[in-house]
């Protein structure tokens, strides 16, 4: 595998069940990030990890839960989702999580569905 | 706070039509980054230019180019013969310093490009 992986491409899931997406990168980068884009909307970033440690979380509502257990993985807990969190999920990495560093390189998403 | 503004949001052309795709960013700062990515119908968004703001010079990349205006803050990306394999939703995105010290990505809402044969 190559870049940045993401499972499952899709997902649907009721209001009260409890679910994960998973990010691998292959890059050997040390920064990695969730985005959402949801429709008519502009991506928005969710969190940002560096080197495992969280260092940034955009005002994300708890129901989202990352957890990053080593540098190449990144995972997104969901738990009581709303039906307004329906989106695709874009996990990201990138060399490192300073300014001025290369370019995020990102999966392919995860297409969520909360019914 | 910074912005990005893609002011088309659907454009549809002929096979191996010129387009290009619009551009506009708000920021404060004075070094900064921008970027294009690219999004087919598979989902990934790829890369497919970053340019800082001390380098005006435009680029080109085989059937893309680049015109980096900073006067009027405008960031345009034109296909030159564009081809099927080229439709897919274009956004323009800013860098922005966190207050944690990260490079943030502040994107516009993208632009859907169909080419037709």
């Known amino acids: 595998e190559t870049g940045v992986t993401q499972t499952p491409r899709h997902l649907v899931m009721g209001m009260t069940n409890k679910k994960s997406l998973k990010c691998e990168q292959h890059?050997?980068?040390?920064?990695m990030y969730w985005y959402k884009q949801s429709a008519k909307k502009p991506l928005e970033l969710m969190f940002v990890?560096?080197?495992?440690?969280?260092?940034e979380n955009n005002s994300v509502p708890s129901r989202f839960s990352p957890e990053c257990p080593n540098s190449s993985h990144l995972f997104l807990h969901l738990h009581t989702l709303q039906p307004e969190d329906s989106a695709l999920y874009l996990c990201?990495?990138?060399?490192?999580?300073?300014?001025?560093?290369?370019?995020?390189?990102f999966g392919p998403g995860t297409r969520l569905t909360v019914l | 706070a910074q912005k990005v503004t893609q002011a088309q949001t659907e454009i549809s052309v002929v096979e191996k039509e010129d387009v290009t795709l619009d551009c506009v960013y708000e920021?404060?700062?004075?070094?900064?980054?921008l970027f294009w990515y690219k999004q087919p119908p598979s989902g990934e968004l790829v890369f497919l230019i970053r340019r800082n703001s001390f380098d005006e010079q435009n680029e080109i990349s085989g059937r893309y180019s680049w015109n980096f205006q900073k006067s009027t803050s405008s960031f345009n990306f034109t296909i030159t013969a564009s081809q099927v394999v080229d439709s897919a939703v274009y956004f323009c995105?800013?860098?922005?310093?966190?207050?944690?010290?990260?490079?943030?990505?502040?994107f516009g809402k993208g632009m859907k490009l169909t080419v037709n044969p």
């Open positions: 920021t404060r700062d004075t070094t900064y980054y």
């Open positions: 990201a990495s990138s060399q490192d999580r300073l300014r001025h560093y290369n370019e995020q390189f």
């Open positions: 990890y560096s080197l495992e440690e969280r260092v």
């Open positions: 890059l050997g980068h040390n920064a």
């Open positions: 995105a800013l860098s922005e310093e966190t207050q944690g010290g990260s490079e943030k990505l502040v």
